[in-house]
């Protein structure tokens, strides 16, 4: 927890003030190192300030305190101590009226605590440098908003991308110039991203992730840990679904801890499951399905009567579970399956898909429940027809069509028999080959194998059906064949 008696203004460097030339002050005695911080000026002429410092203060003391006879005993000693032993940072000594010099005694005495010195000249005030300590607190503050503004807007930038989660680690590990990990309910490391981590380091998050992972009342929301001056912090993601933002960096700058909270929040609704109300109802449905109930009784459970399958390919790396609940949760629908390189969405015919940054969809027909598995099979081939014409969304033709003249039986009859001697991949092939008016390069991009295999297997289909590919007649009566799901 932070110290109550710290105030919520950001640290000022000393070194910043001493660089001020409109001050004039000089550091006379103690250590000189860049990373001592003042959190405030105090003035006082008590011989023992102590009772009157919360700790990080800059003291300032004109000497009207100190006795005629204190060069010959111990009273700086005793005077210096008392500062440290309160938490003071640094001890500025204002010359005239009192004093002409800085008397000697106290200088060796800061150098023997190591409390910095600060001799301040004559036409400074006192006032004038609490004024300039609270410039460069304002200064520092704005440059804080600023950052933690800038991060904020990345970091809603990243959240809205294909790849949300490894996209939203990026930018955090990037902001606080560490390393950002998404852990699972089970403690693995899901997604990674910024410099590598020490093993030591990397260990100690894991515990620490563990540490806010929820396990019962009482267990915290964020933890953090420095080892061996890394830092390290942990957030819960979520109502307790057990993911965990886990974070490793070299120090803790000024903002740090509010641009890894917007993240975490970012995070959470990423990783959130996507109307956590209805899994009770899904996983009714699921077990109904295991016990042989047909998928019209299963259905009301799921939200809809009427449905559509989309099938989503991302344009970059292969998909991860995140991304695809992420993808879900962007269509409307929390019925997602990984499958491969291909996310499947079952969704609700109300929400009409739209075309999502960053993948390639293909729409099935409307179907009920009943006609699911051919709705699959029409999303698969809508997504194969996007890719091949680079379309960013294709849907499956549900208007009425000469085929719907004949009887089903007869059709699928019809099909069986005239498709016959072909296997499903020679079908499938000459299938996606018709689709795309006999376009060599297309069809290999939707196949995902090389022209020159398209062309050997449609030669084949030719042999095999004994028919004239040029022929629209043949064509024609092939499509309506292959057109049955």
Same mark, same amino acid.
């Given at each position: 927890?932070?110290d109550?008696?710290?105030p919520?203004?950001?640290?000022v460097?000393?070194?910043?003030?001493?660089?001020?030339?409109?001050? &004039?002050?000089?550091?006379?005695?103690?250590?000189?190192?860049?990373?001592?911080?003042?959190h /405030?000026a105090?003035?006082?002429?008590?011989?023992?300030?102590?009772?009157y410092l919360?700790?990080?203060?800059?003291?300032?003391?004109?000497?009207?305190?100190?006795? =005629?006879?204190a060069?010959?005993?111990?009273?700086?000693?005793?005077?210096v101590?008392?500062?440290?032993?309160?938490? &003071?940072?640094?001890?500025?000594?204002? %010359?005239?009226p009192v004093?002409?010099?800085?008397?000697?005694?106290l200088?060796?005495a800061?150098?023997?605590?190591?409390?910095?010195?600060?001799?301040?000249?004559?036409?400074?005030?006192?006032?004038?440098?609490?004024r300039a300590?609270?410039?460069?607190m304002?200064?520092a503050?704005?440059?804080?908003?600023r950052?933690?503004? =800038?991060?904020?807007?990345?970091?809603?930038?990243?959240?809205?991308? *294909?790849?949300?989660v490894?996209?939203?680690?990026?930018?955090?590990?990037?902001?606080?110039?560490?390393?950002a990990?998404?852990?699972? *309910?089970?403690?693995v490391e899901?997604?990674a991203?910024g410099?590598?981590?020490?093993?030591?380091?990397?260990?100690?998050?894991?515990?620490?992730?563990?540490?806010?992972?929820?396990?019962?009342? $009482?267990?915290?929301?964020s933890?953090?840990h420095?080892?061996?001056g890394?830092h390290?912090?942990?957030w819960?993601?979520?109502?307790g679904? $057990?993911?965990? %933002?886990g974070?490793?960096?070299?120090?803790?700058?000024p &903002?740090d801890?509010?641009?890894?909270?917007?993240a975490?929040v970012?995070l959470?609704?990423?990783?959130?499951?996507?109307?956590?109300?209805?899994g009770?109802?899904?996983?009714? #449905?699921l077990?109904?399905?295991?016990?042989g109930?047909?998928?019209?009784?299963v259905?009301?459970?799921l939200? $809809?009567?009427?449905?559509?399958v989309?099938?989503?390919?991302p344009?970059?790396?292969?998909?991860?579970p995140?991304?695809?609940?992420?993808?879900g949760?962007?269509?409307g629908?929390?019925?997602?399956d990984v499958a491969?390189?291909?996310?499947?969405? %079952?969704?609700?015919?109300?929400?009409?898909? !739209?075309?999502q *940054?960053? /993948?390639t969809? !293909?729409?099935?027909?409307?179907?009920?429940p009943?006609? /699911?598995? &051919?709705?699959?099979?029409?999303?698969g081939?809508?997504?194969?027809?996007?890719?091949?014409v680079r379309?960013?969304?294709?849907?499956y033709?549900?208007?009425p069509?000469l085929?719907?003249?004949?009887?089903?039986?007869?059709?699928?009859a019809?099909?069986?028999?005239?498709?016959?001697?072909?296997? *499903?991949?020679?079908? =499938?092939?000459l299938?996606?080959?018709?689709?795309?008016?006999?376009? /060599?390069?297309?069809?290999?991009?939707?196949?995902?194998?090389h022209?020159?295999?398209v062309?050997q297997?449609i030669?084949?289909?030719a #042999?095999?059906?004994?028919l004239?590919?040029?022929?629209?007649?043949v064509?024609?009566?092939?499509?309506?064949?292959?057109?049955?799901?």
């Open positions: 927890m932070p109550p008696a710290v919520p203004t950001p640290p460097p000393l070194a910043a003030l001493l660089a001020r030339e409109d001050l &004039g002050l000089r550091q006379i005695a103690g250590p000189s190192d860049p990373d001592t911080v003042i /405030w105090h003035t006082s002429e008590m011989a023992d300030p102590y009772p919360l700790g990080g203060e800059l003291l300032l003391t004109a000497g009207v305190h100190i006795p =005629e006879a060069g010959s005993g111990t009273y700086f000693d005793d005077y101590s008392r500062i440290v032993t309160a938490g &003071g940072v640094a001890l500025g000594f204002g %010359l005239a004093h002409d010099t800085v008397p000697r005694a200088v060796a800061c150098d023997v605590y190591e409390l910095p010195l600060i001799e301040v000249p004559p036409r400074t005030t006192f006032s004038g440098v609490a300590v609270w410039q460069l304002a200064q503050r704005h440059a804080e908003l950052r933690v503004t =800038e991060a904020q807007q990345s970091l809603a930038a990243a959240a809205s991308r *294909p790849d949300p490894p996209s939203v680690l990026r930018q955090l590990a990037q902001r606080v110039g560490g390393r990990v998404l852990f699972g *309910p089970d403690g899901l997604a991203a410099r590598p981590a020490e093993p030591a380091a990397r260990a100690a998050l894991a515990e620490l992730a563990q540490v806010v992972r929820p396990s019962g009342p $009482g267990t915290p929301n933890a953090t420095v080892t061996e890394t390290l912090a942990a819960s993601l979520g109502a679904r $057990g993911f965990v %933002l974070v490793v960096s070299p120090g803790r700058e &903002g801890h509010t641009i890894a909270s917007v975490a970012l959470s609704l990423l990783t959130g499951e996507h109307q956590s109300d209805s009770a109802a899904r996983s009714s #449905a077990v109904r399905l295991l016990l109930a047909p998928a019209e009784d259905a009301p459970l939200g $809809g009567g009427r449905w559509v989309v099938h989503a390919r344009d970059a790396a292969a998909p991860d995140v991304a695809a609940s992420a993808l949760a962007a269509l629908s929390p019925l997602v491969g390189d291909v996310v499947r969405v %079952l969704l609700p015919a109300e929400r009409e898909p !739209g075309p *940054p960053g /993948w969809l !293909g729409v099935s027909a409307v179907a009920g009943a006609e /699911w598995a &051919g709705a699959d099979v029409q999303a081939r809508a997504l194969a027809r996007a890719r091949a379309a960013a969304l294709v849907r033709g549900d208007r069509a085929a719907d003249l004949v009887p089903p039986a007869d059709a699928e019809h099909a069986r028999a005239i498709l016959a001697p072909l296997t *499903p991949a020679l079908a =499938e092939t299938r996606t080959w018709l689709s795309l008016h006999g376009g /060599w390069d297309r069809t290999a991009v939707a196949l995902d194998v022209r020159n295999t062309r297997r030669a084949k289909c #042999a095999l059906l004994e004239d590919l040029d022929d629209p007649d064509r024609m009566e092939l499509w309506f064949a292959l057109r049955r799901p």
